[in-house]
Nanobody
């Protein structure tokens, strides 16, 4: 298991942008598919986006497609989720996830036995 750490959450107004980052110490990130999930208040956790080990396979949930961008930096062993034009429905705790087995495509259906970060809160409010 890898201990992931997220950063970058906060309180923003609708239409704003922010960047969430995810990393860990002493890990080979290229061995893991990475994904972001979120849990809105009072709701179930849901898939947001995933990226494959090589950085080429990328998938997004329909509500965020065209507004969010997932990426990864192999030099720094980090993953990033850029949120643009945020909406109040984007308010949630966002979790970084890394999986050594599942593909980015498979993670659209949910996590498996990978590693989680502690979560970072994103609140969109006017």
């Amino acid at each position: 298991q890898v201990q992931l750490v997220e950063s970058g959450g906060g309180v923003v107004q609708p239409g704003a942008s922010l960047v969430l980052s995810c990393g860990a110490s002493a890990w080979e990130s290229k061995s893991y598919a990475m994904a972001w999930f979120r849990q809105p208040p009072g709701k179930e956790r849901e898939f947001v986006a995933s990226i494959g080990r090589g950085g080429y396979e990328i998938f997004y949930a329909a509500p965020v497609k065209g507004r969010f961008t997932i990426s990864r930096d192999f030099a720094w062993n980090t993953g990033t989720l850029q949120l643009s034009n945020v909406e109040t429905d984007d308010t949630a705790t966002y979790y970084c996830y890394a999986d050594p087995v599942k593909t980015a495509m498979a993670l659209q259906r949910g996590p498996y036995l990978g590693s989680w970060g502690q979560g970072t809160q994103v609140t969109v409010s006017s």
